[in-house]
């Protein structure tokens, strides 16, 4: 729930940001241009977000409100540069298609939505092997992994 609450606070985010900086730009006649000069200012605030804030801080902004690091498996470090711009554009890709794989998934079942815990052995890493954690349970971690301990 958590981290559902964090990518619908950086969508916010980023959407108000980007509305508020191209409104003195748009006008309501011209639809296709008001189209496009609200989507740049967003996908440049996402990369900004999602890339070099995670990068420097450990987590975008909505991730960040919600007390949600992002790590690199094994070794529970901040992700580097490059593996974010792919995480980022993984999402760009994904992201949008998955309301369609879900019903389409939907479609097709014969009983029950079933849902899937960690109980059951399902994995909540991304592909490219990053983690979201809660801060506190990082810091617990590093805490306990500490030399000497």
Known sequence: MRRCLAVGLDCYLCVLTAGLLARPYVDASALPEAAVLLAVPVLVL???????LTAFLGAGAGKLIMGIRVVRLPDVRRPGPGL?????????AWLPLRPWYGLRAGSHATGPVQVRTCEQGISYAD???LRQVRRGDLVAYRRAARPGN
């Not at 996402?46 to 070099?52: A, I, K, R």
């Not at 974010?84 to 999402?91: E, K, M």
């Open 46 to 52: 996402s990369f900004v977000n999602q890339v070099v």
């Open 84 to 92: 974010l711009v792919r995480r980022w554009l993984y999402g760009l």
């Open 127 to 129: 592909p490219l092997g």
